[in-house]
């Protein structure tokens, strides 16, 4: 996804919060799945609580969480929240 808002250059933001192939890798591993024609993510099921003990699966999560936030300093008006689905919907 290609966003661009107000007063900001445009901006791919898997590439650009997430630069090292191999997380991406991990990510399409552990976290995510892609659609068919590798334009969408979809959600994994929910890991089995043996699933969750794995150590490749726990260290994607926090490389993933670091990568967000340091992706967030550095481009305080793009609102990762908003584009990665994570606002209330109430």
Do not use: H, W
Not at 63 to 73: L, Y
């Amino acid at each position: 996804m290609t966003v661009q808002p107000t007063g900001v250059p445009a901006t791919q933001l898997y590439p650009s919060i997430f630069p090292d192939a191999r997380i991406r890798e991990a990510l399409q591993t552990y976290i995510v799945e892609m659609n068919d024609s590798t334009t969408q993510f979809l959600r994994r099921p929910n890991p089995r609580p043996d699933e969750l003990r794995l150590t490749n699966l726990r260290e994607t999560i926090k490389r993933a969480e670091e990568c967000m936030a340091e992706f967030q300093k550095r481009n305080p008006k793009i609102d990762l929240k908003y584009y990665m689905g994570f606002q209330s919907r109430g």
